[in-house]
């Protein structure tokens, strides 16, 4: 009695079915697109804001902690609070989502890349100097590519968070691969929606930081051959 | 009306507060959640970080355990855990959040204890205690404000994380959020403000309430240098 039960329940309710993915293709490719884009564009706009951010910090030693504690303080604000904050002015749409994303974003990158800058050694800052850089020379010839392992570092983290992020976006209708959860989660409790929706999310998660790395690697090839 | 006036007026109303399902109920289940998810995260995270950090192995593990669950939505564990043995109601919502406050509890009491002076380790050992004596006597003293500086992260996060429980019917503060957005904004806009205002104070709240433990634990000579230090252990897990 209990094995055939079991029999019955199992095929019922599996935890992934290629079956499901089959039919439901459209849907499923339709979050994932929407979760990239999303996920891209916010990574790329709190980039563009982040580093000059981080700059003028860098440049302004008074503001840099200022700054950093702002960030520290947004960042203890809880996501779907921070959706309430937004949703009444920008109304229901992807404008909340992206911006509540960016944000979280935006902090991650402005403290990683003010740590890379800070790394920068004093005596290749000193060198430049004595070479005759200028201000703006300096920062993007030497200090902005030293800074590369600190901003690569921030960005990816960024990018992991931030797609895990997206999904809260369900509370307004937006959320990408978390509408496919929820909707599993709704749907009778559906197994497999809510197992693809989560695996599609941190495949998701893991190759766009594969390739932050590559380009990382890329980008500093000066490191390659040490460690990390 | 602007949303700003609907939420002070949506707060001004005593019946949203005393109401079945009000803020008063709301907040306390919030609050029972968050508190039994973190500690439950202590139950598993203290030892077994203290465990790793007095033998000196698993920095790997450490970072591991962080960065798989950063690249796990919340929303997902949440709606998984309920369709496991666990079975619906507060028990899965609890252990989804207490896994998110494992990250910062391991990785805390792994470099308190690794973080202890090798000498003074040495000095116990020569003064004729067992491995687990000085873990206990020695390390685990000095490793307290690391343990009380993940303990206050982990609080602050599950509190945060806890608002999304209203998604799986978990109750707390964030129901008063997904309630006005059921209404729509142009009618619900208060008291979506309201909530977020609510679930963001009590965030902060954690946050100074366990900053100021913090600084009670830890002894006078090490507040200085316990700055670089949480900053290092906050690098340990991203990673850098």
Avoid at chain 1, 36 to 46: D, E, G, N
Avoid at chain 2, 182 to 211: D, N, T, W
Wanted: hydrophobic share 50%.
């Amino acid at each position: 009695m209990f094995l055939r039960l079991s029999y019955r329940a199992d095929p019922g309710n599996p935890w992934f079915s290629w079956q499901y993915l089959r039919d439901n293709s459209d849907t499923v490719t339709t979050a994932l697109r929407d979760h990239t884009t999303l996920t891209l564009r916010a990574v790329v706009i709190a980039a563009l804001v982040a580093v000059p951010l981080a700059v003028v910090a860098y440049w302004f030693r008074p503001l840099t902690g200022p700054i950093l504690a702002f960030t520290g303080a947004l960042y203890t604000i809880p996501s779907l609070a921070l959706f309430a904050f937004i949703a009444p002015y920008l109304g229901i749409g992807v404008a909340t989502v992206l911006s509540v994303v960016v944000l979280y974003a935006l902090l991650v990158i402005v403290r990683n890349t003010v740590a890379g800058l800070h790394q920068v050694p004093a005596e290749v800052r000193e060198a430049a100097e004595g070479m005759g850089y200028g201000r703006w020379g300096r920062l993007l010839r030497v200090e902005l590519p030293l800074a590369l392992p600190g901003i690569l570092t921030g960005l990816r983290l960024a990018t992991v968070s931030t797609v895990a992020l997206v999904t809260v976006g369900v509370v307004i209708g937006r959320g990408g691969l978390g509408q496919i959860i929820f909707a599993g989660f709704q749907n009778n409790f559906y197994k497999s929606q809510i197992m693809t929706g989560t695996l599609l999310c941190v495949l998701l998660a893991l190759v766009l930081d594969l390739l932050l790395l590559g380009v990382g690697r890329l980008l500093t090839p000066w490191l390659r051959g040490r460690t990390g | 009306m602007n949303p700003v006036e609907q939420a002070v007026r949506w707060l001004n109303d005593p019946l949203n507060w005393t109401n079945p399902g009000g803020i008063l109920d709301r907040l306390g289940e919030h609050v029972t959640i968050s508190a039994t998810a973190v500690l439950l995260g202590c139950l598993v995270a203290w030892p077994l970080g203290l465990w790793l950090g007095h033998a000196g192995r698993g920095g790997g593990l450490v970072v591991l355990v962080s960065n798989l669950t950063l690249a796990v939505p919340t929303l997902a564990l949440l709606t998984i855990l309920p369709l496991t043995f666990l079975g619906f109601g507060r028990p899965a919502v609890v252990v989804a959040l207490a896994v998110f406050a494992v990250p910062p509890l391991l990785a805390n009491a792994y470099t308190g204890v690794r973080q202890v002076d090798p000498q003074t380790r040495e000095a116990a050992r020569g003064m004729g205690m067992t491995g687990p004596q000085v873990l206990r006597r020695v390390e685990l003293p000095l490793a307290v404000p690391y343990l009380a500086a993940g303990f206050r992260t982990a609080a602050v996060q599950v509190v945060a994380t806890a608002a999304l429980a209203t998604f799986v019917n978990g109750g707390g503060l964030g129901e008063i959020i997904r309630l006005g957005f059921g209404l729509s904004i142009a009618v619900g806009g208060g008291q979506i403000l309201a909530g977020g205002l609510l679930v963001a104070g009590l965030a902060l709240g954690v946050e100074l309430l366990f900053g100021f433990v913090e600084r009670l634990v830890t002894p006078r000579p090490l507040r200085r240098a316990r700055r670089s230090a949480t900053r290092r252990a906050a690098d340990a897990i991203t990673g850098s």
